[in-house]
């Protein structure tokens, strides 16, 4: 069956207008994975100068990708330099995470298992290079990087998010941090979290509609917390399955009580009751 030339001239119409010209995903990925790498991860040849030659590749390629999205070689070069000037505080941030994961997760026996084997931390990553491009107002490209985490390790967290120092993100899959939610210090995330909007409205695109969760807070599996105005307060602790679109004060302990049944009427046994 042949395509109609209706449809050939809107889809040639529509690539003619793409302001961001050819944009390379797979390079975009490629840049993600050897920086990780390059931080990271055990190498064949861990020299200064072999560092210094991964780096100068990798300010390389920035380069490329930004000029590609802004179309101006100069804003390109000003994007690179700032992002790279940034990477020592980033560095320093990102083991934090990591030591935070060593230092709360019983399966954890070291750092170099934590960045081998850890989605969380990856995603981690992403999220912190994706965040400091957003902030440097850079299109497309921030959001390209973290739906490479998102297709990676099912943890999507919008670079727009302000996450603190320490932040632990334990299992990962299913989490969903929107992109005006801000996040202490030292907070615990576990699978299936989502820190959504109660309204999804276009109208509302400029406003906070995520939550704010403060210090040292625990979410367990399969919390969902909505709402711009919604505070978690420090130091406490959601369990899991709850729903939540109201503030929590401080200290808090939020939970679902199960209530079990045994199908003959007697009483079950009272050291099987427990909540987190």
């Not at 070069?77 to 990102?94: C, I």
């Not at 750092?111 to 850079?138: C, D, N």
């Amino acid at each position: 069956m042949a395509i109609s030339n209706h449809l050939i001239e809107r889809i040639h119409h529509s690539k003619q207008n793409n302001i961001h010209g050819f944009f390379d995903k797979i390079k975009t990925k490629k840049w993600v994975k050897d920086l990780y790498e390059t931080l990271f991860l055990p190498q064949k040849d861990h020299s200064e100068d072999q560092l210094k030659k991964n780096f100068e590749t990798l300010q390389n390629t920035l380069f490329e990708l930004t000029h590609v999205v802004t179309g101006n070689q100069k804003l390109a070069e000003n994007h690179t330099q700032k992002f790279f000037a940034s990477l020592p505080e980033l560095y320093d941030l990102l083991v934090l995470d990591a030591q935070s994961i060593l230092e709360f997760d019983p399966a954890a026996d070291s750092l170099e298992e934590v960045y081998l084997a850890y989605p969380g931390f990856f995603a981690t990553y992403v999220f912190r290079i994706s965040h400091q491009l957003w902030k440097q107002e850079v299109k497309i490209l921030p959001r390209v990087i973290s739906e490479y985490a998102h297709s990676k390790t099912g943890i999507d967290i919008h670079p727009g998010a302000e996450i603190g120092k320490s932040f632990f993100i334990d299992h990962g899959t299913g989490i969903v941090i929107g992109e005006t939610t801000i996040i202490g210090n030292h907070v615990k995330i576990y699978q299936g979290v989502t820190l959504g909007a109660l309204n999804v409205s276009k109208e509302k695109a400029h406003q906070k509609r995520h939550p704010t969760i403060e210090d040292d807070v625990i979410i367990y599996s399969g919390a969902t917390i909505l709402g711009g105005n919604t505070t978690i307060g420090r130091e406490s602790i959601i369990g899991g399955n709850v729903w939540i679109t109201q503030d929590v004060p401080a200290n808090s302990l939020v939970y679902h009580k199960s209530e079990i049944k045994i199908k003959d009427n007697t009483s079950l046994p009272e050291s099987l009751t427990f909540v987190i």
